[in-house]
């Protein structure tokens, strides 16, 4: 089974994807929903939370419940209304499925996906939805929890579901800091699958080497 980690991640971040002592492992579950692990600066206007699915059947729709850490809240437009939004990568350009996010007497969001029409979301791994959150200047850095709960994944027969409890990855908050020179950095030259695994050496396919999509034949 794949190890699941974001290549978008690496490419942004430059990161080697190496797990949090504290993260769910994903090669254990076939059929589950997942926060991508993130680093943001404290005090950021805005960041955006992307939400992956990793399925091994055609899905027709998820719910699960986020619980941000303190310090960290739901963006929202002008209308006060959450800004949240399917992705389309793994969407038909037709497909009428829908998302709604509403807080809970808990304190978390409550993500609920449908589509009325029996869609599926196509591929078997990717960003399905994103949420834009406010980080508050006073967040320590350090690492900090990001957890689903109550995660669902039904299949077109809506009497066929994948449950899972809890999964947790991590959000990095860092602080700004002065910058006392200038240092030239060498070209990174790693290796990564597009699952985002580590390669010693590049494969056949398509390949991320240096945060750039190169394709090996």
Excluded at 110 to 136: H, K, M, P, Q
Excluded at 177 to 204: H, M, N
Aim: a negative charge; hydrophobic letters at 40%; proline letters at 3%.
């Amino acid at each position: 089974m794949k190890k699941i980690l974001i290549p978008l991640l690496v490419l942004l971040m430059g990161q080697t994807g190496s797990v949090k002592a504290d993260d769910t492992d994903l090669t254990a579950i076939d059929n589950v929903i997942y926060c991508a692990p993130l680093e943001a600066l404290a005090g950021t206007t805005t960041a955006t939370l992307s939400f992956c699915m990793n399925n091994t059947v055609p899905i027709r729709g998820f719910q699960f419940d986020l619980y941000l850490p303190e310090g960290i809240t739901a963006a929202t437009n002008s209308k006060g209304r959450i800004l949240c939004a399917l992705s389309q990568g793994r969407l038909e350009e037709d497909d009428e499925h829908s998302l709604t996010v509403a807080g809970q007497d808990d304190g978390s969001l409550r993500f609920l996906c449908g589509s009325l029409y029996d869609e599926t979301f196509t591929g078997n791994e990717g960003e399905v939805a994103t949420l834009e959150v406010n980080i508050s200047a006073d967040m320590a850095e350090g690492d900090y929890p990001l957890l689903l709960r109550n995660i669902k994944l039904t299949e077109t027969d809506i009497t066929q579901s994948y449950v899972t409890d809890e999964v947790q990855t991590t959000l990095t908050i860092l602080t700004s800091v002065g910058i006392g020179g200038v240092t030239v950095q060498q070209e990174d030259t790693s290796v990564f699958s597009l699952s985002g695994q580590r390669l010693t050496a590049p494969r056949k396919g398509v390949n991320i080497i240096g945060w750039k999509k190169v394709v090996v034949k």
